[in-house]
């Protein structure tokens, strides 16, 4: 099974999908969904295990070497990517049994459960494959089932946000395609490490400049970068609560992901950050996002939109890191991509928890919650501490890392917009902060906390939160021998 481990992470969501559709009952679809997960879970250990051992690994489909065949492959930063995608699926399953019977219809569940499995088959795809164009397969297949799933949502401003982002999505994924097919004019080949090789040939042509700006717009929609981010705030405020909690977790990273691999491994940092001002325009970008998308969350009065629009601000901390064009910048964004999917986590869980006794998560419903759901705010108090980045949690590490980067490359600008992020950060969290546990409500039932399956989930991503910000040896060496992977000596 090693030996396939490559191939069978994907395909093993990729089979179990229609199996968990065609589900007489919606605990059976439960059931196959998590055993799939935790089975993916184990082989994206094992595959992190076998790059750590003996470097990066490929995998022919079919037998046909690359270039001329398809070609899966995997190197330090994808092992981290997948080991991420796997671990919060594994986290989120076991939550949706109770969250997901209680906010959809029963005969709808298991037409959920082979959504999420192949939003999974295609997320963990886009990571697998070494091909260009396969990653837009796969990112056609993680979005179809995103589209879907957003739609499944209660209120029906959900069907909405499930249109606008199918229009904005596709509208993302054809601007990468042009320019994948303009890469493929340019060189005769879809191959990633291949592409890398025969680029430098032909990168002073103005279809390779084109070519650059179709993929960065296009990935740019998908990772919902500012002003790029549209779609993003009503998708993850009517979504149902796992639905929510795992594309903010996870979609926006393997995006951010696609981005950093053509930047880094297709164009080369000399290309993108020297011939054409890429760096510049993410810099700015990523400034505007983090302070306007932080002001914006501070006047919601809806939980889920407040950190809806606090993901379109940490995706900026990513981007300000790739705009620094350094091995340290590089190293702290793909750290904070990670840590981020661990933050949103366990923060939309916590709602979701909230969302399922109440049916809401509006300012107003979390009055006197500090005491009512005592567990359940303690674990969106810790998640926000990591938001806001206080010592000890993994948001601190991701932004100290970024931090020193900037003053390495003496970008002080950047220094101060992170400073400034996090002040307004703060100041959302306190909203809930300030209204769960100095505002009572008379009328309150002090005992209405989250059921146990709801809530070890979710204390399972909090302590993901703390154990990793207090040893950070094992994410920050992840991230910094992924950077050098990428980097190479070039920096």
């Not at 359940?376 to 100290?400: D, E, I, N, Q, R």
């Amino acid at each position: 099974m090693s030996a396939h481990a490559q191939l069978l992470i994907v395909l093993l969501p990729l089979l179990a999908a229609p199996l968990a559709a065609l589900m007489r009952t919606p605990d059976a679809a439960w059931a196959l969904a998590t055993a799939i997960a935790w089975s993916v879970l184990s082989l994206a250990l094992l595959l992190l295990l076998q790059v750590q051992a003996e470097g990066v690994l490929s995998y022919a489909i079919g037998g046909w070497a690359a270039p001329w065949g398809i070609e899966y492959r995997l190197d330090p930063l994808g092992a981290l990517l997948q080991l991420l995608l796997a671990a919060v699926a594994a986290a989120i399953l076991p939550w949706t049994r109770q969250s997901a019977a209680r906010e959809l219809e029963r005969a709808r569940l298991p037409g959920f459960y082979a959504a999420l499995l192949l939003l999974q088959a295609g997320l963990l795809g886009i990571v697998a494959t070494g091909d260009a164009f396969n990653v837009f397969v796969f990112l056609e297949i993680s979005s179809l089932s995103t589209y879907a799933l957003i739609a499944m949502g209660r209120d029906r401003r959900a069907l909405t946000a499930a249109f606008r982002y199918l229009i904005l999505g596709t509208l993302g994924a054809t601007f990468y395609l042009i320019g994948v097919g303009l890469l493929y004019a340019l060189t005769g080949t879809l191959n990633m490490a291949d592409l890398a090789a025969r680029l430098p040939a032909v990168a002073d042509t103005r279809t390779a400049h084109t070519a650059v700006v179709f993929v960065t717009v296009g990935l740019g929609l998908k990772l919902a970068m500012f002003p790029l981010h549209a779609w993003l705030p009503n998708a993850y405020a009517y979504a149902p609560s796992a639905v929510t909690a795992l594309l903010a977790a996870t979609a926006t990273k393997v995006a951010l992901y696609v981005l950093v691999r053509f930047v880094w491994t297709i164009f080369g940092a000399e290309f993108a950050f020297g011939a054409i001002p890429l760096a510049a325009l993410l810099g700015v970008l990523a400034v505007l996002g983090m302070l306007i998308a932080s002001a914006v969350a501070v006047r919601q009065d809806e939980v889920k939109r407040l950190l809806a629009w606090s993901s379109v601000a940490q995706i900026g901390y990513a981007l300000a890191g790739l705009a620094l064009a350094s091995g340290a910048g590089l190293a702290a964004a793909l750290l904070h991509l990670a840590n981020h999917g661990l933050m949103k986590g366990a923060l939309f869980l916590a709602l979701g928890n909230i969302a399922w006794r109440f049916g809401n998560t509006r300012l107003s419903t979390l009055r006197g919650l500090g005491r009512a759901m005592p567990w359940t705010m303690a674990a969106f108090v810790a998640g926000g501490l990591s938001l806001v980045g206080v010592p000890l949690t993994v948001g601190f590490v991701s932004k100290w890392a970024l931090l020193q980067a900037a003053l390495a490359a003496g970008a002080w600008w950047l220094v101060g917009a992170i400073a400034l992020a996090s002040l307004l950060a703060l100041a959302y969290v306190w909203r809930v902060v300030e209204v769960a546990y100095f505002e009572a409500s008379e009328s309150r039932d002090l005992r209405c906390e989250a059921p146990l399956g709801l809530l070890l989930p979710t204390w399972l991503l909090v302590l993901a939160n703390l154990w990793l910000g207090i040893d950070t040896r094992w994410t920050l060496g992840l991230a910094e021998a992924a950077a050098r992977a990428l980097a190479g000596a070039g920096l």
